[in-house]
Nanobody, 116 residues
Framework: QVQLVESGGGSVQAGGSLRLSCTAS????????MGWYRQTPGKQRELVAR????????NYADSVKGRFTISRDNAKNTVYLQMNSLKPEDTAVYYC?????????WGQGTQVTVSS
């Protein structure tokens, strides 16, 4: 059973930056496409960034393209999300998971709050 632990969230002003981390407990992590998702109350969880198992390819939602960067370190079983030029609409709980997501892998997430 893989456990994912997200960290790095916080409260920032618009235009600020945060770096999220997601560490997995199992070595199977390194063979999976990983993604960062976010969810706000009353809305479905959305995939905002994904990265292939070797880190060679990344994809982003249009809403974050050019501002967010996903990366991974398989030796550390960790995937990162660098978030720059944050906007109030980026406020959400951020989660990592595989893509497609596995229900059993959802962690607690990390809250990101961006004030205007």
């Amino acid at each position: 059973q893989v456990q994912l632990v997200e960290s790095g969230g916080g409260s920032v002003q618009a235009g600020g930056s945060l770096r999220l981390s997601c560490t997995a407990s199992g070595s199977i992590f390194r063979i999976n496409v990983m993604g960062w998702y976010r969810q706000t109350p009353g809305k479905q969880r959305e995939l905002v960034a994904r990265i292939t198992s070797d880190g060679g390819n990344t994809n982003y939602a249009d809403s974050v393209k050019g501002r967010f960067t996903i990366s991974r370190d398989n030796a550390k079983n960790t995937v990162y999300l660098q978030m720059n030029s944050l906007k109030p609409e980026d406020t959400a709980v951020y989660y990592c998971n595989t893509d497609p997501a596995l229900r059993a892998w959802w962690g607690q997430g990390t809250q990101v709050t961006v004030s205007s």
